[in-house]
């Protein structure tokens, strides 16, 4: 009994380090993704192996299957801290039994080619969300994930300054100058990217920038906020004000209207949770609303005049899902394989797209009703039952920073606090409602993340003992 006893804590402690060791390498992994992977795998044959030094650390994208390497020995050494939290069955089973549709759709699918390397792609993201489901809720392990994760940011932030001062510039020169006469063949979509001024970092497209930014940007500000013991509030508040104001002003530059609106209305869900007087505080969230709407429209007044091409081309794109969804109600067209279908009923004047510019239409156009069913109840359903409801409770409505009057509770119910917990529910909500106009299911840098997120708070939510 005494040896036993002995061998508790050490067994105990060997758990944790094995914990904390999957939780840094998992971060890192997602980090990498938000540096290397921001390429949807339907255009993967347009990225080619870095070939020297410069091009492997700074200039190319990975190909994507070096990030399936990577995650496999992930998986493998997940599978040795995993637990099992009390989570419904059903629940469990939504993205499996999502991921095993797309591979029935991709088996009829109108071009193979497109949907295998897509489904793959879905794989990926349902061993994320495993992941963090079952690995990253134990004794806390979420705080070693964020070394990773800072760093991938902090990169994409870098990347944004540069290309909006001079670098998007340079490449477009050497781009059309050197590279362009000798491509047989370049997808019209990075042209066009390439000619517009609105920055996209190391992710595919714009409005993948600003997706990162809403999904990133509440956790790792709220990180920073909870480091009291490292650094003093004055350190705290200048940090805060340099991490978060380079991410607003690429979002800024990134040009995305739908990023701009997500913001503020994340910035004002935020301000509802601070614990101050609620005259006040709708005092604070009218002005902010006011002031975000009315540089929204400034901003942005002269795509209003022209007629707001792009929401228009949205509604062409939406009403070609859910025609194609028609056709092929049970299968769709096949995962990925949305630009076929399209080209079959677009009309003559409207633009070309290669996705849906909203995941759960593509959903349906792609892989059929039960796709679109299995996959937005999925997201729906996490997003909802992990809500952060602790503080409700206990009677009290915390702030960015501890709140006594619920860090008892907290401390007895959860090694993570409930700020950190409504920051990173904060960022899965962005991402999961630009997921309405956007394609963020397909771009791997940014959905490993969400759903890594998403495990965790699903995880997280069902370990924790209900309050009372």
């Known amino acids: 009994m005494k040896s036993s006893q002995r061998l508790a804590p050490d067994s105990s402690a060997a758990d944790n380090r094995f914990g904390a060791l999957f939780a840094g390498l998992f971060g890192a992994f997602l980090g ?19 070939t020297n030094g410069f091009e492997l650390v700074l200039d190319c994208p990975w190909p994507i299957t070096w990030a399936y390497w990577l995650l496999g020995a992930t998986v493998i050494l997940g599978f040795a801290v995993a637990k099992r939290p009390a989570v419904p069955w059903w629940l469990l089973l939504l993205p499996a039994c999502w991921l095993t549709w797309q591979a029935i759709s991709g088996s009829f ?5 497109l949907s295998w390397p897509t489904v793959a792609h879905f794989g990926a993201c349902t061993a994320c969300f495993y992941l963090g489901v079952f690995c990253l809720p134990p004794a806390g392990r979420i705080r070693w994930i964020w070394p990773g994760l800072f760093c991938g940011l902090l990169v994409v932030i870098a990347v944004g300054w540069e290309q909006h001062f001079g670098g998007l510039e340079q490449t477009r020169r050497y781009f059309f100058t050197y590279l362009y006469p000798r491509l047989k063949q370049v997808p019209p979509e990075y042209i066009k990217k390439l000619s517009s001024p609105r920055i996209f970092s190391t992710l595919f497209y714009p409005n993948a920038l600003a997706g990162g930014l809403l999904l990133l940007l509440p956790p790792c500000l709220q990180v920073i906020w909870q480091q009291h013991r490292r650094f003093t509030p004055g ?29 503020l209305l994340l910035g004002l869900l935020w301000m509802l949770r601070l614990p101050f007087s609620p005259v006040l505080k709708r005092c604070l969230v009218i002005a902010i609303l006011l ?87 999925f997201i729906i359903a996490s997003v909802i039952l992990t809500f952060p ?7 009290t409505i915390p702030g960015p920073g501890p709140n006594p009057r619920v860090a008892a509770d907290e401390s007895k119910a959860s090694p993570v606090p409930l700020p950190l917990r409504f920051a990173i529910w904060l960022g899965v909500l962005g991402w999961a409602l630009q997921s309405f106009v956007e394609f ?29």
């Not at 409801?389 to 009677?395: F, I, K, T, Y």
């Not at 791997?444 to 965790?456: C, E, H, K, N, Q």
């Open 291 to 377: 002031v975000g709407l009315a540089g929204f429209f400034l901003r942005y007044a002269g795509f209003f005049e022209k007629g707001a091409t792009s929401v228009s081309a949205r509604f062409d794109y939406w009403q070609a899902a859910i025609k194609t969804t028609l056709q092929h109600p049970f299968t769709g067209s096949g995962p990925g394989t949305f630009s076929i279908a399209y080209q079959r009923v677009k009309r003559p004047e409207s633009e070309m797209s290669r996705l849906v510019h909203n995941d759960y239409l593509e959903q349906a156009s792609d892989s059929g009703v039960p796709g679109f069913l299995l996959y937005s109840a």
């Open 440 to 468: 963020g299911l397909y771009i791997p840098g940014l959905v490993w993340p969400a759903l890594a997120f998403l495990g965790f708070l699903v995880g997280e939510q069902f370990s924790r003992p209900t309050a009372k």
């Open 389 to 395: 409801q602790s503080a409700r409770s206990s009677g």
């Open 109 to 113: 699918s109108v071009d193979p080619q």
């Open 235 to 263: 350190a705290r508040f200048l940090l805060i004000a340099l991490i978060g104001g380079s991410g607003l002003a690429c979002l800024l530059w990134s040009g995305s209207k739908g990023g701009w609106l997500l913001m």
């Open 32 to 50: 990498l993704s938000l540096a290397k992977f921001g390429n949807p795998p339907i255009f993967e044959k347009w990225v080619t192996a870095p």
